[in-house]
């Protein structure tokens, strides 16, 4: 059982190149989200998903855009990087949105230059 | 609105003495709480988590928490630190009613021989 599986773990980006980041869960959970982390702050929540084919922004969503055509994953995109977006991002799943059991990938760190 | 407070951004403790690390939140509803541990680089492990049960709460590797609504408290305790247990702490509150996740901003515990 892999869990939440986030891919890849570390990566550099130019200012202005786009980029996926890959959430995959074997769960069968129907909630999935996505969430940044940066110093000093608790993990933001940028977009969620209910089930396939439902996605809703979170508290900070600007720049980021997300799909979910199954179950299984739910692909974090950015469509033009900016040096405000190096973080650590994390996605995390649970059985539904009362789920008090949340999994949490290991986490992708990203920079921005 | 729900949120969490974390009072210290930095505990520090010498191996062997008792850790306390303070959380208070704010809820409109009935919260479930939880503890989650973040080692240096690495992912999110949930410590414990109350739902409305016991308000004493046993996590892992010897940590509890206290649910007080009267005080509106969850701290986080656990009788003798380890070396191991250097790490950032993250307090959550979630609501019934919209079961999205409100993050503290974290304390770093930091472990002296």
């Known amino acids: 059982n892999a869990g939440v599986t986030q891919t890849p773990k570390f990566q550099v980006l130019k200012t202005g190149q786009s980029m996926t980041l890959q959430c995959a869960q074997d769960?069968?959970?129907?909630?999935m989200s996505w969430y940044r982390q940066d110093p000093g702050m608790g993990l933001r929540l940028i977009h969620y998903?209910?089930?396939?084919?439902?996605?809703d922004q979170g508290e900070v969503p600007n720049g980021y855009n997300v799909s979910r055509s199954t179950t299984e994953d739910f692909p974090l995109r950015l469509l033009s990087a900016a040096p405000s977006q190096t973080s650590v991002y994390f996605c995390?799943?649970?059985?539904?949105?009362?789920?008090?059991?949340?999994?949490f990938g290991e986490g992708s760190w990203l920079t921005v230059v | 609105a729900q949120s969490v407070t974390q009072l210290d951004s930095h505990v520090s403790v010498s191996e062997g003495t008792p850790v306390l690390l303070r959380c208070n939140y704010s809820?409109?509803?009935?919260?479930?709480l939880f503890w989650y541990v973040q080692h240096p680089n690495k992912g999110l492990q949930l410590l414990l988590k109350?739902?409305?049960?016991a308000t004493l709460v046993k996590g892992i590797n010897g940590f509890e928490a206290e649910f007080k609504k009267s005080e509106t408290s969850f701290h986080l305790t656990k009788p003798s630190a380890h070396m191991s247990d250097a790490a950032e702490y993250f307090c959550?509150?979630?609501?019934?009613?919209?079961?999205?996740?409100?993050w503290g901003a974290g304390t770093k515990l930091i472990i002296k021989p």
């Open positions: 995390a799943s649970r059985t539904d949105l009362s789920g008090n059991t949340i999994y």
């Open positions: 769960m069968n959970h129907e909630y």
């Open positions: 998903s209910v089930g396939a084919g439902i996605t």
């Open positions: 809820s409109s509803y009935s919260p479930s």
């Open positions: 109350y739902t409305s049960a």
């Open positions: 959550v509150v979630s609501e019934d009613s919209n079961y999205q996740l409100i």
